[in-house]
């Protein structure tokens, strides 16, 4: 263990984890002078801030969702570019979560720590793959840390999806997805399977997918369940998840619900959202990729920013290292 | 296994019968023998064995999970075999995932203390869903909203066959079901069940609609009440008896002081009752003995089961279903008469003289706290299935009372974007005094599809709270609820609970202040109990 403690130089404060040493705020909940974004989710991407780091593909998704609010100075740093913010250099590696995401490395005094936002380690069509950065320190997300969590392999899910496509043609599959993120990648993994024919979107997904197709991430031919033509029967149909239950379903023919998340492992949350075909896709990492992360950096000290940390922080403590449970605010459960 | 649980996880989640039907004529029609048998087997409560598995499951846990990790999880999901399935370590290396033929072979010789190692062995070798689709099988009842009927429907209609025809020699076939598969798939002949006492489809009753009974002439019809029990069949043979319920499914086993009396040769078609000093008791009391696993002596003694036969299909082998109701009545008595098993009498006819004296009969229904009449046309054979113009029920008129709508709840399927369910209240008095609603039922037919969006935009405009699916409302919408009783119950704050109800109208027009009180509804329980 080094002699210097974390906490002389990074630490959790109530608007969010906090680098006194560079002095600025890693996804702050609260509008700060100076921001690190690790992605554009909206509960790591707040507006109000003044100037704002993150890589250009976060920026663009902020600039999207949140006008001037995404901050009066964004600055973009680039995978593996360094900056030096007052007495600490800055790096951002790929979190392999959604398009843009990023680890940020930080480097002060002989230290390194490594707060890595959001992530997963299945491979991901739309986003670059997460890269192992050896550290001292490994802040970590715990959104699945239960060892009931295993996401099965993507594809398996996809395949899942298209036999009950095969299964029940007159029906209209649709399923909920994350606007940002989720949605793409389920779209690209759909392509990757094979499946060429034009995916409905709802309204809400228009102008994420509008922004990763101009961002160079392909996706094949959409269209606007609004513009329908023709009845949407044996078509396949996305929409954020509140929209499932909303009057807005309606409209489509006899559907299959179907909602894609880590959750729909335990079949009680399954059930809680009604769904008929429950997918087991994420975009966090399930709790055998925490483990093996959290081995393969190497880390000493493990500090867990949110989720259900008390699993993860006593499975820690089984391997030999100081696990720190953060229970930061303003970082949500989404329905992912 | 990989496919009868993906089978078993697809149908726990699916609510439309149709979709039922497919996912299971897929998995008949692509799942080799002797694997898709015992999926039905499985599928129709038809497994030979049950195993107590918490005690197994405890001790796999203890010894191959992390204590304080399973804790947490168990916490989290909720049920204990579901967890050992989600968080059972994954196998190193590449397995051979154990089959559900194998699986069933060895389960049904099993010594329950060789269950444990070989339960482990078989969770090594499954994923996830496998692993709880195992647990499942293991107790027996696999709960995933498919009854035996449904899964019998679902093989028959794969060979445009009926229900029913599988139903006739279903109790005279065994699992994995070799015969009845190769039968279907045109492969063989029906198989042969002569001799055995299976169960013959039920013929079944209209209710009587306004035109029938303008098109009624009295002569034509016998009438009997309506007993308000339980359909059942008799189907005893030479060596062997059994009591089927309505849909098929051979429910002897509850009924042991019934069968002792079946040792003569027919098939006869009659109500089970409790019945208890010559007085047929409420339905309340014969669902005492409905289900049952274990029986005691008590249970025995304080519900006493009771056949009232009304028909029959066959009497000392000869098949009596093309005869006409008069004639089959008429054996039914002369053979009643020499044989008089225990615990059975006939049901009464009753000869009303007029059309007038027979809605006198059927006023007087409640006040006998007889459910109603039936009215079986003489000339009629007994036809299996719901022919149109034979048999009329004609139950006695609902009551109805005005309750507050107070929590509705989504429904599933095409009504999942609706709030369909809807629990209702009457109100009373807290102990200060102070009027207050409390649940008395919970209904979701009734209304009419423009209803239903009515009252589905009144919910979401006037929600107060909202747990999950359910969205608790302010209390100011009045609903005529119509029921065919009420009855006591412990399980219910109210103490009450109402049989059939159903949204009658919507009363847009009442306040709800104005509504029916608690006492109305008490004051309407049958109380003969």
């Known amino acids: ?336 | 296994m990989k496919l009868f649980a993906e089978l078993l996880d697809r149908l726990a989640y699916t609510p439309g019968r149709n979709a039922k039907l497919r996912l299971m004529q897929r998995y008949f029609q692509t799942t080799p023998d002797p694997d898709r048998g015992y999926a039905l087997a499985a599928l129709t409560d038809g497994l030979p064995f049950s195993f107590p598995v918490r005690r197994t499951i405890t001790s796999l846990v203890t010894r191959r999970l992390e204590p304080e990790l399973f804790r947490l999880s168990r916490d989290y999901v909720g049920d204990t075999a579901e967890t050992l399935a989600l968080a059972w370590p994954e196998p190193a290396g590449p397995v051979v995932p154990p089959r559900l033929c194998e699986i069933v072979a060895e389960l049904e010789l099993m010594d329950r203390n060789a269950l444990e190692m070989r339960l482990e062995a078989w969770l090594d070798g499954l994923d996830a869903t496998g692993r709880w689709a195992l647990l499942k099988l293991l107790t027996g009842a696999l709960r995933v909203g498919v009854s035996a009927r449904l899964a019998k429907t679902a093989v028959a209609e794969m060979a445009s066959k009926s229900v029913a025809e599988v139903e006739e020699i279903w109790h005279g076939i065994a699992p994995p079901y070799l015969q009845l598969f190769r039968w279907l798939e045109g492969l063989a002949e029906r198989p042969d069940v002569s001799g055995a006492p299976v169960f013959r489809p039920l013929m079944l009753a209209h209710p009587l609609e306004d035109a029938d009974w303008e098109a009624l002439h009295i002569e034509d019809f016998a009438v009997e009440w309506k007993w308000d029990g339980i359909r059942v069949q008799v189907a005893a043979g030479r060596h062997d008896a059994r009591l089927f319920s309505r849909a098929g499914d051979d429910i002897s086993r509850s009924f042991p002081d019934l069968m002792a009396g079946l040792n003569f040769r027919a098939v006869l078609d009659g109500e089970l009752l409790i019945v208890r000093g010559g007085e047929v008791a409420p339905f309340n009391n014969l669902q005492q003995r409905l289900n049952r696993k274990t029986l005691t002596a008590r249970m025995l003694a304080d519900y006493p089961a009771h056949i009232r036969f009304y028909d029959a299909l066959e009497i000392e082998g000869a098949d009596l279903r093309a005869f006409t109701l008069t004639e089959r009545r008429a054996r039914l008595e002369e053979w009643y008469a020499r044989a008089r098993p225990l615990h059975s009498d006939i049901s009464e006819l009753l000869f009303p003289a007029s059309k007038a004296a027979l809605m006198q009969l059927w006023q007087e229904a409640r006040g006998m706290s007889i459910e109603g009449l039936m009215l079986k046309r003489r000339s009629s054979p007994y036809i299996a299935g719901r022919p149109k113009g034979h048999w009329f029920k004609w139950k006695r008129a609902a009551l109805t009372l005005d309750c507050v709508l107070m929590y509705a709840q989504r429904g599933s399927g095409k009504r999942s974007s609706y709030y369909s369910d809807y629990t209702f209240g009457a109100w009373t008095a807290d102990i200060e005094g102070r009027p207050e609603l409390v649940p008395v039922g919970k209904a979701y037919s009734g209304y009419t599809d423009a209803e239903l969006l009515e009252l589905d935009r009144w919910v979401r405009n006037h929600t107060t709270e909202r747990f999950g699916p359910v969205r608790a409302v302010a209390p100011g919408l009045v609903l005529e609820v119509a029921f065919d009783a009420v009855q006591r119950s412990t399980r219910h704050k109210s103490g009450i609970a109402m049989r059939f109800p159903r949204i009658s109208r919507i009363r847009w027009d009442k306040p709800a202040a104005e509504a029916d009180r608690l006492e109305a509804f008490i004051q309407l329980i049958d109380d003969k109990i």
Do not use: N
């Open chain 1, 1 to 336: 263990m080094t002699a210097v403690r974390f906490d002389t130089w990074l630490r959790p404060t109530d608007k969010g984890l906090y680098c006194l040493a560079g002095d600025f705020y890693i996804d702050p909940v609260r509008p700060v002078a100076r921001a690190v974004v690790t992605h554009g989710h909206s509960d790591h991407a707040r507006p109000g801030h003044h100037a704002v780091l993150a890589t250009a593909e976060t920026l663009a998704v902020m600039r999207l969702r949140l006008g001037e609010g995404g901050g009066v100075v964004p600055q973009a740093l680039a995978y593996g570019e360094q900056l030096r913010i007052g007495d600490v250099d800055v790096t951002l590696r790929p979190a392999g979560h959604i398009l843009g995401s990023a680890q940020v490395v930080l480097d002060y005094a002989g230290q390194r720590a490594v707060v890595s936002g959001d992530y997963k380690r299945q491979p991901d069509p739309t986003c670059a793959p997460f890269e192992i950065v050896p550290c001292d320190l490994f802040v970590t997300e715990a959104t699945f840390g239960l060892p009931v969590f295993r996401h099965e392999p993507d594809v398996r899910e996809i395949s899942r999806l298209l036999t009950s496509v095969a299964a029940f043609p007159e029906r209209t599959h649709v399923i909920g997805v994350y606007s940002l993120g989720k949605c793409q990648r389920l779209i690209a993994l759909l392509r990757q399977a094979g499946y060429d024919k034009p995916i409905w979107l709802h309204g809400a997904l228009q102008s994420t997918c509008d922004l990763y197709e101009q961002l160079g991430i392909a996706l094949g031919p959409l269209a606007l369940v609004s513009e329908a033509q023709q009845s949407l029967a044996g078509e396949i149909v996305l929409c954020p998840p509140s929209a499932l239950k909303d009057r807005w379903s309606r409209r489509l023919t006899d559907p299959v619900t179907a909602l894609a998340s880590g959750w729909m492992r335990v079949r009680g949350r399954a059930r809680q959202y009604g769904v008929e075909l429950p997918l087991v896709i994420s975009d966090h990492v399930d709790w055998p990729e925490l483990i093996a992360t959290i081995e393969e950096t190497g880390a000493g000290e493990i500090w867990v920013t949110h989720g259900r940390e008390e699993a993860l922080v006593h499975q820690i403590g089984l391997m030999g290292r100081r696990g720190r449970a953060l229970a930061l605010v303003g970082l949500e459960e989404e329905t992912d």
